[in-house]
């Protein structure tokens, strides 16, 4: 069973710019969680799509925002980049709110 | 609010021998789960073990087990017989229903 991949493994951005981050959960999973890790600050949530909806969101300003598509994938997308937003960003994916959810491998996000 | 305080930044342990991960958390929610994740260099987040808050009994797995004192609202996680695989960043999590909360993290090495 493939498990949750990301795309792409790193990406590197220009302060003001837009990236876009992708996520494919596990076949199955209806649910997609972000997070971001900053160095030192360990995971922070970010948004849950579940069902195409979004159904939570952490206390990330309205720059980052995502949806999810029909097939379950996700993308991620960030406006108006600042170097802060530096990070490791993981997806995850579960059944419909399961706490048991499962990581991708992230996406490396460089801000110069 | 949750919070999830892991107070120790970085740890190590010899190989074969037992070391055990501190963790404290807060929150005002009667029903939750706790977790440890282990992330490896590699960056995949890998869930290590979980607990109910509503059992009494500690979990198990394998060679890592739990200390929940739900009082205390603290939840240490004990590797036993430490092998060179176990090293890595250890993140304590509370999960509440709608969004995990992560605490910093412990990074582990494991001494040959």
């Known amino acids: 069973e493939a498990g949750v991949t990301q795309s792409p493994t790193h990406l590197i951005k220009t302060r003001g710019q837009q990236a876009t981050l992708r996520c494919s959960p596990i076949?199955?999973?209806?649910?997609v969680y972000w997070y971001q890790q900053a160095l030192g600050l360990g995971l922070q949530f970010l948004l849950w799509?579940?069902?195409?909806?979004?159904?939570n969101r952490g206390n990330f300003p309205p720059r980052f925002s995502g949806r999810q598509f029909p097939n379950y994938s996700s993308e991620l997308n960030v406006n108006a980049l600042e170097l802060e937003d530096s990070a490791l960003y993981l997806c995850?994916?579960?059944?419909?709110?399961?706490?048991?959810?499962?990581f991708g491998p992230g996406t490396r996000l460089t801000v110069t | 609010a949750q919070t999830v305080t892991q107070s120790q930044p970085e740890m190590s342990v010899q190989e074969a021998e037992t070391v055990t991960l501190s963790c404290t958390y807060d929150?005002?929610?009667?029903?939750?789960?706790l977790f440890w994740y282990k992330q490896p260099p590699s960056r995949q987040m890998i869930l290590v073990i979980r607990?109910?808050?509503?059992?009494?009994q500690n979990a198990t797995e394998n060679r890592f087990s739990v200390n929940f004192q739900k009082a205390a609202k603290s939840f240490s996680l004990k590797i036993s017989d430490s092998q060179l695989g176990d090293a890595a960043m250890y993140f304590c999590?509370?999960?509440?229903?709608?969004?995990?909360?992560f605490g910093t993290g412990t990074s582990l090495t494991v001494i040959p």
């Open positions: 929150t005002s929610e009667s029903d939750y789960y």
């Open positions: 995850a994916s579960s059944f419909v709110g399961y706490y048991e959810q499962y």
């Open positions: 999590a509370i999960w509440t229903g709608n969004q995990f909360y």
């Open positions: 607990q109910e808050a509503y059992k009494q």
């Open positions: 799509y579940d069902e195409g909806e979004e159904r």
């Open positions: 076949s199955g999973h209806t649910s």
